[in-house]
């Protein structure tokens, strides 16, 4: 499972996330299960309306050309990321609005 793992960060590193961090974007892997890989989008791709295309076009397209052994599917699971709650924590606190 490592191994794979390895190969989806390598895939992920060489075609998906330089287009990613072009945008402000970033992608977690959160697990992988049955052929289906889970992923969080980060930074600027956490709830932009494009997703879900972003979704389909690049991470799915990618990988499962490059390792259609391992996926077969791409699942965005939406969440709000560490970093955006740290910010609201902060404007909240700082702020008093």
Not at 43 to 52: L, R, T, V
Not at 54 to 82: C, I, Y
Request: with cysteine; net charge negative; glycine share 6%.
């Amino acid at each position: 499972m490592r191994e794979d793992l390895e190969k989806i960060e390598a895939v992920l590193n060489e075609r998906v996330r330089p287009a990613l961090r072009a945008h402000g974007g970033e992608l977690e892997v959160d697990h992988l299960e049955g052929g289906v890989l889970y992923v969080k989008l980060l930074g600027q791709c956490a709830g932009c309306p494009s997703a879900d295309l972003t979704n389909e076009t690049l991470v799915e397209a990618e990988l499962v050309r490059a390792l259609p052994e391992l996926v077969q599917k791409v699942v965005v699971v939406q969440t709000v990321s560490d970093e955006l709650w740290e910010q609201a924590k902060r404007l909240l606190r700082d702020h008093h609005l």
